[in-house]
């Protein structure tokens, strides 16, 4: 074979083979004796447990887990599997529109008709027939992901269409919202599906925007049940689910901000330099300060981002000993100082205990300042303890902070 035809043939393969893990991926991993049951009014299913996929020419639902991270065109966000019910979700790729100046294609990457793009189906044996409202738990990370539809049996009835999510940026969020021409947030309690009938039915879920993340969903004839963290159990009538997918561990708060957007730029605590500043290295994520030795430390770095006006979120540890104080300065003028509240966990950190300034001006060069100092309870002393700095564009600090806390106890 001639060395051109065995690099064709080299290509060739890996493409078969990239392709291969990708349909894997898409397709289902139950097989179609599987059906879950509804007991006591309610039933919980994981995204991941469809077992039919069709009209997959221009969208896809892909699975995405710990070892199983689809490759699938343009998909500008990053990987969601910590917290996730189950360890898995979908999503549907590509994400050809992230944000409005994204051409809006319908029928590619947008369907306001439902049941035309990606339909996935469940089988489920309803024991109570009745009125069942439909509560999702999505991820959404922008304003072109947080929508999809809701049918029953092939059919897409007025009040499973438009499925929206506003709250709850950057985090699993359950919502059960119908998006309205006046209200586009959504309206409650307009999301359901009518069981006529006792026995099996098919719930099916359509795409109605591209990069939407799907991991549990939940019927419940209780028009005031909300659920909360990842659900109930899922419930089955038949078949087996053989599958488990393996945990992975939640990202630091810090972390979790700082990566979800290239906009966003950070410099973490720990890349603050801590010689002669009584900090010391705390973990792998925060500057503290030994109340033995000191009560205030002081550190400084570079600005090295491109010069403009900022959104400058100080993420600070709550901790149970009292509260620190941070303050920040740029070139030595205060931008701002505040403590953040007590926590009854032994440390914390998430959006209650951060700081936000907003449209800040800041040039590339410019010295940052970060001072601590310790807290009391009158009794122990708090560690001045804090994981970073983040600069976001004006107008989104206040967005950005949405993300699970996280604590530890290094
Ligand atoms: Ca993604
Ligand atoms: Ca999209
Ligand atoms: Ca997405
Ligand atoms: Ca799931």
Redesign the pocket.
């Known amino acids: 074979m001639k060395k051109k035809n065995i690099f064709t043939v080299f290509i060739l393969m890996i493409f078969i083979s990239l392709n291969a893990q990708n349909d894997t991926l898409s397709l289902p991993i139950i097989n179609n004796l599987v059906t879950f049951e509804e007991q006591n009014g309610k039933v919980a299913i994981e995204a991941e447990y469809f077992h039919e996929q069709t009209l997959t020419k221009k969208r896809k639902w892909f699975r995405t887990s710990k070892n199983e991270l689809p490759k699938a065109g343009r ?1 500008e ?1 990053k990987h969601h599997v910590y917290d996730a019910s189950n360890n898995a979700y979908l ?1 549907i790729l590509p ?1 050809e529109r992230v944000t409005h100046s994204d051409k809006l294609i319908h029928g590619e990457n947008f369907s306001n008709e439902p049941g035309k793009i990606a339909v996935l189906s469940y089988k489920v044996k309803f024991n109570t027939p009745g009125r069942y409202y439909v509560w999702v738990r999505a991820f959404s990370t922008g304003g072109e992901d947080n929508g999809l539809h809701v049918g029953l049996n092939n059919v897409w009835p007025k009040h499973g269409k438009r499925m929206q999510w506003c709250t709850g940026k950057n985090q699993w969020t359950w919502e059960s919202k119908q998006r309205t021409k006046d209200i586009h947030c959504g309206v409650p309690h307009n999301i359901y599906l009518d069981i006529d009938k006792a026995g099996n039915h098919t719930i099916q879920f359509s795409m109605r925007e591209d ?1 939407f993340e799907f991991d549990k969903f939940i019927l419940t004839k209780d028009m005031n049940y909300i659920p909360i963290n990842k659900g109930p159990e899922v419930t089955l009538a038949q078949g087996e689910i053989l599958e488990s997918f393996p945990e992975v561990k939640v990202p630091s708060y810090f972390s979790t901000i700082t990566e979800a957007s290239e906009q966003i730029k950070s410099i973490a605590a720990q890349e603050f330099p801590t010689e002669g500043t009584n900090f010391y290295k705390n973990g792998k994520n925060w500057l503290a300060i030994n109340p033995k030795n000191h009560n205030q430390a002081t550190t400084t770095t570079t600005f090295n981002f491109k010069s403009g006006h900022y959104d400058i979120v100080f993420v600070g540890v709550a901790e149970n000993d009292g509260k620190s104080k941070f303050t920040v300065t740029v070139n030595e003028t205060k931008i701002g100082s505040y403590s953040p509240e007590l926590t009854h966990r032994m440390f914390e950190e998430g959006k209650k205990y951060n700081a936000l300034w907003e449209n800040i001006p800041i040039q590339k060069g410019d010295k940052i300042k970060v001072i601590s100092q310790i807290g009391t309870d009158g009794e122990e002393w708090t560690r001045g303890r804090w994981a970073g700095i983040i600069f976001t564009p004006v107008g989104m600090g206040k967005s950005i902070q949405n993300s699970p806390s996280t604590y530890y106890k290094n």
Do not use: F, M, S
């Open positions: 998909d966000d999503e994400d990069g």
